[in-house]
């Protein structure tokens, strides 16, 4: 039974600075994770943020069911670009046949 994506097919590699917190001077984040497998789409779409307002997305990756990119965090695309963390899905079914994975759309 399959429980996590293939890695075969998380074919990019992309950069994640987890986000922290918002401070005097600006957002923190933690220590970047490099060479994150992931699977990066760059089609634009419309997303709605955390914050209700209706946004369009630049790129949704998926990823490991374990990375830790919560909303907010600064993520270096495969092509370079460094986009923002909006929605963050944790997909997963227990006792099914499909692999978990966590998919991130990125503004």
């Not at 060479?35 to 990823?63: H, W």
Request: neutral net charge.
């Amino acid at each position: 039974m399959v429980t996590r994506v293939p890695a075969v097919l998380l074919r990019h590699r992309i950069r994640i600075e987890p986000y922290l917190a918002d401070t005097a001077y600006g957002p923190r984040y933690g220590s970047a994770v490099e060479n994150v497998p992931a699977l990066v789409d760059t089609s634009p779409r419309m997303v709605r943020a955390p914050d209700g307002r209706e946004v369009n997305a630049a790129a949704t990756f998926i990823a490991g069911p374990d990375i830790d990119c919560p909303p907010g965090s600064r993520i270096t695309l495969h092509d370079g670009r460094t986009a923002t963390a909006l929605t963050v899905a944790h997909h997963t079914a227990p006792g099914l046949p499909v692999p978990a994975c966590t998919e991130v759309t990125c503004e």
